[in-house]
């Protein structure tokens, strides 16, 4: 026996069709998710495919337009550990631990700037340079060029750091970047290559606040390296 097909009124047929458009509309017109993706400003400063490089390698990336408030923040990184050379080809391993870093944060804003300066011993000092933070509730990620110099090279940046304000300082404390440009190395012989980047954590993780942004002069036996250099 031939079965024929239900016959659909037109007012109803016009009523589900209204009702699917409606559902769509709504949900473009969703507000975005606070807690989710990154501003326009830092996706022109960190293409997607350095993130994604960062994640695979180790790297804790903290989404979200609502960070925390690190403005007035200073902190130290210690042991400043390396979590993943630049490659094979890397003289450093997996696991070597440098001379202390310290970071300063300041002058954050409403839009998400925020600005920082950073030193270890003596043979490397810089900032960051148009910085933005993205983030939500305690955690964070700063996204920024960075300017600075390391054994009298001149260097920039892509830096990536993140991690979670406490009350004790910076909970699982990363620092990551890809070297950008440097002068007066074409050899390789200070800094790493050109393109090439490494990611740092604080291996007690946690990277301790303190009142002062000074730093002890290192010894006359102490090793003059910082987290760009080649051997």
């Not at 993706?37 to 400063?45: A, P, S, Y």
């Not at 994604?52 to 403005?71: C, F, Q, S, W, Y």
């Not at 393109?195 to 006359?220: H, N, Q, V, Y």
């Amino acid at each position: 026996m031939k079965m024929s097909l239900p016959t659909w009124p037109l007012a109803l047929l016009a009523l589900f069709a209204l009702s699917i458009l409606f559902d769509s509309c709504k949900k473009s017109d969703a507000p975005d998710d606070p807690t989710k993706g990154f501003t326009t400003q830092i996706q022109n400063i960190v293409p997607t495919t350095i993130i994604d490089d960062l994640r695979t390698r180790g790297m804790t990336i903290n989404e979200g337009k609502v960070p925390p408030a690190l403005a007035g923040t200073i902190v130290v990184a210690s042991p400043w550990e390396l979590l993943s050379p630049y490659g094979t080809e890397d003289s450093w391993q997996k696991g070597k631990v440098i001379a202390d870093y310290k970071y300063k944060f300041y002058e954050q804003t409403t839009d998400g700037k925020i600005k920082y300066d950073y030193k270890n011993d003596g043979s490397d000092t810089g900032s960051g340079k148009g910085a933005f933070i993205s983030g939500n509730g305690n955690t964070f990620t700063i996204f920024s060029e960075d300017v600075g110099v390391s054994k009298t090279v001149n260097y920039k940046t892509i830096t990536v750091m993140s991690g979670e304000i406490t009350d004790a300082g910076i909970k699982n404390f990363q620092y990551a970047f890809v070297l950008k440009e440097k002068t007066n190395d074409d050899n390789n012989s200070a800094l790493i290559p050109v393109g090439k980047g490494r990611i740092w954590i604080d291996s007690d993780k946690l990277a301790t606040k303190t009142t002062s942004f000074r730093l002890a002069a290192p010894g006359e036996s102490s090793p003059i390296v910082s987290m760009l250099t080649a051997n």
